[in-house]
């Protein structure tokens, strides 16, 4: 079995969040990235597939060199070999058609994106990336065995979970539930050094476009003073309540 797992180069979410040119664009100095967290489920579990089934794991990012180090840390994880679309990640559209082009190429039977990054939180990667390449898809995906041809996984949907089957190839959109945080792998040693040998490949995009463009972003407002209220002293808590902060 071929997998493919995307990945996104995303703010560590410690990060402080500013923004630059008329706040259009996304000031990066001084900012830690790291794999985005529903990848590294996803990550995590191709790995078990790897130890347990033999099966071989590259991973895909669309971006710039900047996020090189992001992808040795997969390799340094466990994955086989490291693919950089050269293109910077500018729409979920656009990088749904450049990670397709990847995987026809690589003829893989299993796709796992994370449901969505945590930069943007668009959540639109995965299923797009389904559409193109004609491929069943499950989204939340919490729950995932493959044997040979068929897939068994579980998702997860309001008030409750869902078992589904499907046929490879497949697309999955992987979120924490995959697997637990306690079996996500940090590198060691060995693994780092592993990974310095091991193939990043660069290609060139297949199609720069953007279906759309931001025009502006908007930090949430400041929060406010906090008043502390003498516990026994009901009717002040509900004289704020009522005339200032207008709850009640």
Not at 171 to 194: C, F, H, T, Y
Request: hydrophobic share 40%; proline share 5%.
């Amino acid at each position: 079995m071929k997998i493919l797992v995307c990945i996104s180069h995303v703010p560590d979410t410690t990060s402080k969040i500013n923004f630059t040119d008329n706040n259009t664009q996304f000031d990066t100095n001084g900012v830690q990235f790291v794999i985005n967290p529903n990848d590294e489920f996803g990550l995590t579990r191709a790995m078990w597939f790897k130890e347990k089934q033999g099966a071989s794991v590259d991973v895909v990012n669309v971006g710039g060199p900047e996020t090189e180090p992001t992808l040795r840390k997969a390799l340094a994880i466990g994955a086989d070999n490291a693919i950089r679309v050269n293109t910077p990640a500018k729409d979920g559209f656009q990088v749904a058609k450049e990670l397709a082009k990847v995987a026809q190429d690589g003829s893989y039977d299993l796709i796992i994106a994370g449901r969505e990054s945590i930069d943007y939180n668009g959540g639109m990667v995965p299923g797009m990336l389904a559409a193109i390449l004609k491929a069943n898809f499950v989204n939340t995906c919490i729950s995932l065995e493959v044997e040979g041809n068929e897939a068994k996984a579980v998702r997860e949907i309001d008030g409750g979970k869902e078992s589904v089957t499907a046929s490879l190839p497949l697309v999955i959109g992987a979120q924490k539930g995959l697997v637990e945080e306690s079996d996500l792998r940090i590198p060691n040693m060995r693994g780092i050094m592993m990974a310095r040998k091991k193939p990043l490949n660069v290609v060139e995009p297949v199609d720069s476009n953007q279906a759309t463009e931001v025009e502006k972003f908007e930090k949430p407002d400041a929060k406010g003073a906090v008043k502390l209220i003498d516990p026994d002293n009901l009717d002040e808590l509900i004289n704020l309540l009522h005339n200032e902060a207008k709850v009640i």
